[in-house]
């Protein structure tokens, strides 16, 4: 195999990669528990949080929310990752690309 057919190879798994993250950063990652549902954009940027006005929320209930808030976040952007790693996965980690 000469240089160029290898140059042409990573550029055309570069591009692979790059619509591929492009792809998941536009895809929607819900996440909801009995208080509250948040919607996540791939690319980590929340787009959406309802919380549920059915529960009749007392003050003393703020701290309680703001965990679920962390709580549903954070497995949200675990989703993220493992649909990243599923879809990138057969690249492996490519200097950061991924």
Same mark, same amino acid.
């Given at each position: 195999?000469?240089? +160029?057919?290898?140059?042409?190879? !990573?550029? $055309?798994? +570069? ?5 591929? %993250? #492009?792809?998941?950063?536009?895809? #929607?990652?819900?996440?909801?528990? #009995?208080? @509250?549902?948040? /919607?996540?954009?791939?690319? %980590? %940027?929340?787009? $959406? @949080?309802?919380?549920?006005? /059915?529960?009749?929320?007392? !003050? #003393?209930?703020? *701290?309680?929310? *703001?965990?679920? @808030? ?13 649909? /990243?790693? %599923? ?12």
């Amino acid at each position: 195999m000469n240089m +160029q057919s290898i140059m042409a190879q !990573a550029q $055309k798994m +570069q591009k692979e990669i790059m619509a591929k %993250k #492009e792809e998941i950063n536009q895809k #929607e990652f819900v996440e909801k528990n #009995e208080l @509250i549902e948040i /919607t996540v954009l791939g690319n %980590k %940027k929340i787009k $959406k @949080i309802n919380i549920n006005k /059915t529960v009749g929320l007392a !003050a #003393e209930d703020l *701290e309680s929310l *703001e965990d679920m @808030i962390a709580i549903a976040y954070n497995s949200a952007l675990d989703k993220i990752e493992r649909e /990243t790693e %599923k879809a990138l996965g057969a690249y492996g980690s490519l200097n950061g690309l991924i």
